[in-house]
């Protein structure tokens, strides 16, 4: 069995009557796992199941292993976290463990606290992902001098304006130069893995299609 021995905190912890108990050592067998700590650090949420068991509640039976520590049948590879927090405050999570365990085990518990920042934590993760699953798609579209102010000013869909590429003239009737430009516009779009992509990308395309132009 793996024991972990932190927080020597030598406080004091009220009972269920309001008097006070001793910070003594609390053995914890969470599945298999054997764990130590102190009543002060279970005692840390007044609400939760392990502030309860520290008060050895009437209300609250469990069982307790030839060692003497409690029973609890939960994932003891969760359980580290969640006990690490009601010692210093903070979640740390190791990459190989998922925020949603957390707050499982938090909700368990009954953590108010911890149940929030995991809560939060699944959060900035789902938005990081989001945004790294978007990508910004180029289109290059041709026009006359005339057309240019028509299209930028009916632009919809997402789309927006990034840049103007003046490639001189391209035809004239009589003595009129007739000026022709390339508009480069732009849309945030789902990244799809693997799949087709028949849009320009690259903004270096713009120069190489002026490039041939002239």
Known sequence: MATEKMDVNHSSCPDGDGKAKNSQWVKLNVGGT???TTRTTLCRDPKSFLYRL?????????????????????????????????RHGKLVINKDLAEEGILEEAEFYNITDLIKLAKEKIQERVAKQNQSHMKNVYRVLQCSEEELTQMVSTMSDGWKFEQLVNIGSQYNYGSEDHAEFLCVVSKECPNIVNGPDNEPTDRAKVLQQKGSRM
């Open 34 to 36: 054997l764990f130590m």
């Open 54 to 86: 520290c008060q050895e509640d009437p209300d609250l039976h469990s069982d307790k292993d030839e060692n003497g520590a409690y029973l609890i049948d939960r994932d003891p590879t969760y359980f580290g976290p969640v006990l690490n927090y009601l």
